[in-house]
């Protein structure tokens, strides 16, 4: 294509996506990672949509109540992923997350850049370290910080603009703490565990990192991902979407795309929750791509078991018809990370 030029990743990663699209550039050889032709996401049959899950009737002792729990297993054996409605988080409290990250986004590059990681480094503004080479880059801007525990939080790179970002994310990461708690109580539940397992297997220094996501509009959606395809090396992920469409789930050879609802929150299956249940529940594979009308905004908090703690599968999920299929595993993320860097999935490590 016309201007592509391949200058090395660690250069294009010193300039954000924004700043190119500002400047009307063409998307360079890093970014063209698709080769999958079609834009198109493949119409789907009502029965097969990403399971809408109400969290308000798991702690109820109706009928209904064992009925969800039910929906909430099989969406996890399947799709490895739901949208939860009916967590308790007022849909304005969603908005005023949505509306700092776009204020952020929507600062001067100055501004931002005040609080901007090195390329090699995870936290503050800017995109993922340098991957390894021939591999793409993402069509995306970000900001990821620690928010849990505490003691891990960074403020240098915490926005002092907007200035209500620092006192919105405190209050979504004790939000999210919450809601750790009760999707882990309730995934143990819907497998017949004791309800605490998987959060005695966190520890109660789990980790929360939040990750805004901005991806510009981009004018080859054809070639370019906001995203790569991936799984992610959480236990899991709570993602918040805007009005923007572009996360899609890969599902029997398919991709889905994950539709908007406003007062819902994704609940996707990292890695460490498919060791944890012996491989019942699936680390699904998503993406994230482009659009040439309108940038989209995320955010993503990976919840992750507190460092050094080992984990593995649950002793009530190995039994002779299921043998354990995975080893304990400890400081998970880190293979998980160097697997990514190189474009590859991590999981088979732990295999058995
Ligand atoms: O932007 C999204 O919707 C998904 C983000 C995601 O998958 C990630 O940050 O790992
Ligand atoms: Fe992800």
Not at 106 to 109: D, G, L
Not at 129 to 140: F, K
Not at 221 to 239: E, F, K, Q
Not at 332 to 347: C, D, L, N, P, T
């Given at each position: 294509m016309a201007g592509v030029s391949a200058l090395p990743a660690k250069i294009l990663l010193s300039k954000r996506v924004q700043e190119m699209v500002l400047n009307d550039e063409e998307p360079q050889k890093p970014y063209i990672s698709r080769n999958d032709g079609t834009n198109e996401a493949i119409p789907r049959p009502p029965s097969d949509l990403i399971p809408i899950i109400d969290l308000s009737l798991l702690s109820s002792s109706e009928p209904c109540s064992a009925q969800e729990l039910q929906r909430l297993r099989s969406a996890l054996c399947s799709w490895g992923c739901?949208?939860?409605t009916g967590h308790g988080i007022p849909k304005s409290f969603l908005d005023k997350i949505r509306q700092v990250a776009r204020d952020f986004f929507?600062?001067?590059?100055e501004e931002k850049k005040r609080h901007a990681k090195g390329v090699e480094e995870f936290e503050g503004y800017g995109a993922d370290?340098?991957?390894?080479?021939?591999?793409?880059?993402?069509?995306?801007d970000r900001l990821f910080l620690n928010v849990y525990p505490e003691d891990r939080r960074k403020h240098k790179f915490w926005p002092e603009n907007p200035k209500s970002f620092r006192e919105v994310l405190e209050e979504y990461t004790s939000r999210m703490q919450i809601?750790?708690?009760l999707v882990s109580k309730a995934m143990a539940k819907s497998l017949n565990l004791e309800a605490d397992c998987f959060l005695n297997q966190f520890g109660k220094q789990a980790t929360l990192k939040a990750r805004f996501n901005y991806y510009s509009p981009c004018q080859r959606?054809?070639?370019?991902?906001?995203?790569?395809?991936?799984?992610?090396?959480?236990?899991?992920?709570?993602?918040l979407q805007d009005d923007v469409e572009g996360l899609q789930v890969f599902k029997d050879e398919r991709w889905f795309t994950v539709p908007a609802i406003s007062d819902a929150l994704l609940v996707l299956m990292g890695d460490q929750m498919e060791i944890m249940t012996n491989g019942v529940f699936k680390s699904p594979v998503h993406r994230v791509l482009t659009t040439s009308e309108k940038e989209r905004i995320s955010v993503a908090v990976f919840y992750a078991p507190e460092p050094n703690k080992e984990i593995g599968p649950e002793e009530?999920?190995?039994n002779e018809e299921r043998k354990q299929i995975y080893k304990k595993v400890k400081e998970?993320?880190?293979?998980?990370?160097?697997?990514?860097?190189?474009?590859?999935?991590?999981?088979h490590v732990a295999k058995v």
């Open positions: 739901f949208q939860a929507e600062q001067p590059m370290p340098v991957p390894a080479e021939g591999q793409s880059l993402d069509w995306s809601f750790t708690e959606p054809d070639l370019v991902l906001g995203l790569r395809a991936h799984a992610d090396g959480s236990g899991y992920t709570i993602i009530g999920l190995i998970y993320s880190v293979v998980h990370w160097e697997h990514y860097q190189q474009g590859k999935r991590a999981i």
